[in-house]
């Protein structure tokens, strides 16, 4: 089953997925996560009925080559928080993401940052999601380089 999904729906499910399957986990639960995905290991999020009685499962991956500073779970935790914050607040108001994706839609990526500064080095994290995997959604934590968000902080100042 090829994945048909959009990107409302995708945003949806990883702001829920993220809150309640990793933020609100145990602290020793959420770290053991973050220890996987840092090892370049796929989590494991979820597996989601769908209307044709399938199965969907959702995976999360993470890609932190662009992050800057050192990289630990309470830099992590601190970036998804920021993230899942900023993509409910889409879902919330009903709104249209702004979407990049590939020909045939099979790779998304949202303009939905999450910048923050940890230990005065700026950094970025956007979402990304994987749908080209039959019967799997791969949502990808994605570090990207924070410069281009950094002339649109200047010119919004």
Known sequence: MKVQM???SVLAIAATLF?????DAGRTEAKRYFRELEAGRELILS??????KS???IKLQLMPQEFRGNLNFSAFKEQLLYLTTE???IVNAKSEPLVMSDDDGGQLLFNIP???YIDGVLNALVLGADLRRPGTLVLQLMFIDPEQYRSAEIKTA
């Open 6 to 8: 959009n990107a409302p």
């Open 19 to 23: 809150k309640t399957g990793i933020l």
């Open 47 to 52: 597996d989601m009925a769908m209307p044709d």
């Open 55 to 57: 199965t969907l499962r």
């Open 87 to 89: 993509l409910a607040k």
């Open 114 to 116: 999450a910048i923050t």
